[in-house]
């Protein structure tokens, strides 16, 4: 439920970084709701607008890794 919440925040206001970040968060959790595939996506998209966010550059490694 709160995924699907916040992929509406997303979509309602795309530019909104906080929003993907914190998306990426249900990347890390144990049941893995967000895909690494989608992360990566998501991470590189923050990274686009910020490219010193911590939470994307942390999203990236750890997948990498």
């Not at 206001?13 to 968060?25: A, H, R, V, W």
């Not at 249900?26 to 939470?55: G, H, T, Y």
């Given at each position: ?7 509406k ?21 144990p ?35």
């Amino acid at each position: 439920l709160a995924l699907f919440h916040q992929r509406k925040a997303i979509e309602l206001d795309p530019k909104e970084i906080g929003y993907q970040e914190y998306l990426l968060y249900f990347n890390e959790i144990p049941e893995r709701v967000l895909s690494d595939k989608e992360a990566l996506n998501i991470a590189r998209e923050i990274l686009q607008v910020d490219s010193k966010n911590e939470v994307a550059l942390r999203t990236l490694k750890r997948i990498n890794n």
